[in-house]
């Protein structure tokens, strides 16, 4: 499997941006699935993105239309690009991979690898 890193967190304004990236090594990364979720104190963990091997793209309801996930396989990353942050959208955001599709986006045993996290945190 892959080792994960995200990079790009911070602090940020209501309605502000950021973009998180999601660098892989160890494999080719072109082959996987890679998903982001994000978990903030004191709830699980939860779905926000993934895209597949072919840019297939799916969104949780909370952030369609604000977030965009992208893949870049020449540089073993994957991005997040978070537009209209909101307060409600701070958490530990952490990427999660695995080499091919499961049979799910959506769950967190559908994939194999994960990163460390990095903190989003959204002033109202």
């Known amino acids: 499997q892959v080792q994960l890193e995200e990079s790009g967190g911070g602090l940020v304004q209501a309605g502000g941006s950021l973009r998180l990236s999601c660098a892989a090594s160890g494999r080719t990364f072109s082959s996987y699935v890679v998903g982001w979720f994000r978990q903030a104190p004191g709830k699980e963990r939860e779905f926000v993105a993934a895209i597949s091997w072919l840019t297939n793209t799916v969104y949780a309801d909370s952030v369609k239309g604000r977030f965009t996930i992208s893949r870049d396989n020449a540089k073993n990353t994957v991005y997040l690009q978070m537009n209209s942050l909101k307060p409600e959208d701070t958490a530990d955001y952490i990427c999660?991979?695995?080499?091919?599709?499961?049979?799910?986006?959506?769950?967190?045993?559908?994939?194999?690898?994960w990163g460390q996290g990095t903190q989003v945190t959204v002033s109202s």
């Open positions: 999660a991979a695995n080499r091919g599709y499961s049979g799910s986006y959506y769950y967190t045993t559908s994939y194999a690898s």
